[in-house]
């Protein structure tokens, strides 16, 4: 452990989960300065080069979510800087925002994802797409799940059930970004799998909708989902799942820490949904909850990271 | 993170004992988003925060030194719960000019009126009961009405204020079904979020169909002494002393950081108030009604509001040539005679509320017309202020906005949700309340 080291903790910027960042780094902040670590908290904004230029800081923590952060921006001006930081590099970073690719190298490295069609806006208002909405539904089936392409984040995101949604679905994912997917929906068990580079696998955490399917809309509503750490899967299948969560990490390119979503089908497959490259780290977030349940703390985990940041220093 | 959010509230190990009133208070995606609206990177017209820039600072800091020098140790002290008498008195000469003869025995000073809101909420309400509120509304009244588990009832707006014959209609509907209706909220002049004010003519109507139903009004007038065309027509307490309670505010004449509000209750209401503002909080800040009252004494205070309605005016003035330059066929909007606001009415099939994200992607917030509303109604609407951004960023903000919506109704073509672009359309339009209800 490097005590005499000055960490940037960087979070919040333009993301629309800057809410959700801050608490992350606020939170990454204290575990620091708890382990003795000098801890400066930076916003994501204009300033942000300047200070990370004049020297006050050694490593930076990413406590980033969303576009402008886990897009891999920051992680770019960090190269630019030659400024060791924590977490995926701006290439895996950008590959993994973009769904679209993601599904791609995924799928390249004979992991399952499910099916998606991809809708630009541009597409759709300047070729006359829409005419295809109706071809589009009946490959996925319904329901099926409308999600901007890149925005690591439920935000945008909602289920059809029926042809007559798809329409309102598509202008608030277009909000998002100008690509749009419809993604065929799976179900199953959702996992959220914890990969953490350089310590034990941390166990599968159970996502369990208290009635019915888990609704997206209905990750905003109160006590709509319970979760269990250890997920309630036979070992075997749990070692499988797992497995697949580091094979996605590695097909990446990922470094360090990603979550990634999944869902188990009755079938037994583990279908991947995302690979996020900036999990929350909130003290209730689920790779923390992952930690907690492997018996590391926080601190543990975001000292461990920091290190492994600062093992890549230039000498 | 979305699962984030989710796990805040999933996780939340006290879940089980929220009060039912508060049960609903949850983080949202459209609270995610205003997150990041208040980055400077973004033209607000969301907040109604007043433009305090533009108070004379010197003077202000004379005055705090004045208070500590000749009343430190009593402005430092606990105070009386019903307010500072001397404020209690100046105040009631502020509401003279809006012709009210009030007697400072009968005002309650309050922290803002936003908690005068909350203390006659709890002093009437109990769950199931009805308020009936102007559609749209005051989203903070909304707020504090929620924590009671009280039913708004909207009555419409159109460009003359609150539709009396709705409300009569709204009213007599309620009575048959037996339902309890507490009082009837409304803001008379410049309304937030609409922009309107109720026409001289419908005053006494109001009135009138309130006491027929033995209903009490609640008149929340905030923006009163911010007109720029000349005063609004004479407050609804000083038509009814009997039945309605009168709110003010320093937030918008002063500043909002002294947190002073006030009621001005007939005299039955009076001692009960009291008491639920002292089992509320004991008392509002001695100092900052101290301060309040020798800057409304002491101070030419006129002076300074005079130049305040003079900025905004000027803003209200550039918001509107920039909607009417910018923003494309089919939008709507209201044309306020003074406060903060003005209310755009999309065309229907656009979401305000789906559309925010791509606007604070273009840099520009607003807030999104459902906000404003109990059950569900304006999704096409959104509440502009222009109190804040200087003029050249309004007219940016604006610019942005239309931008937005341009995309935006071309998207919902594509989608087939709008009927094609008709070249020949007019481009005239109304700027009114194009009958928003």
Redo the contacts between chains.
Sequence with gaps: MSFDCSVAVIAGG???????S???GQRVADALRERGYRVGGLDA?HQLVETLASGEFDVAFLAL?GRFGEDGTVASILELLGFPYTGSSFDASRLAFDKLAAKSALRRAGLSVPSAIPLT?GA??EL???AL?DRAMEELGLPLVVKPNRG??????RLIERPDQ???A???A???DDTVLLEQRVVGTEL?LSVVDGLATLPAVE?RPKEGWYDFSA?????????RVPANLDPATATRCLESAHAAHLALGCRDISRV?AILTPEGTCQILEV?T???L?S???VP?AADAAGLTFSDLTTHLTDRAIARRPR | MPLSFCLMRADDPFRDRYARGTRSMTASEIRALFAVASRPEIVSLAGGMPFTAALPFDAVGDVLDEVLADEGPAALQYAGGQGDPRLREVLTELMRLEGIRGSGGDVVVTEGSQQALDLLSRMFCDPGDVIVAEGPSYVGALSAFSQYQVEVCHVPLDDDGLDPDSLAATLERLERDGRRVKFLYTVPNFHNPAGVTLAAGRRERVLEIARRHNVLVLEDNPYGLLGFEGDPPDALRALDPDNVVYLGSLSKVFCPGLRIGWALVPPALRERLILVKEAADLCSSSFTQAVAYRWFSSYPWRETLKGLREVYRERRDVMLDSLAEDVPAGVTWTRPAGGFYVWARLPDHLDARAMLAKAITARVAYVPGGAFYADGQGSSSMRLSYCFPPPDRIREGVRRLAGVIDEELALARALGGLPAEDPDSDQGRPAGWGGVQ
């Design positions: 333009l993301s629309f989960e800057r809410e959700v801050l608490r992350s904004d979510h806006e759709l208002r006359g797409v829409g909405l690591g984040s439920a935000l945008g995101i798809l329409p309102a598509l202008m608030a277009f909000g998002y959220a996502i990750r905003y509503t109160h006590g709509a989902a319970e979760f979503d996020n900036g999990p929350g909130t209730t977030s689920l909850m």
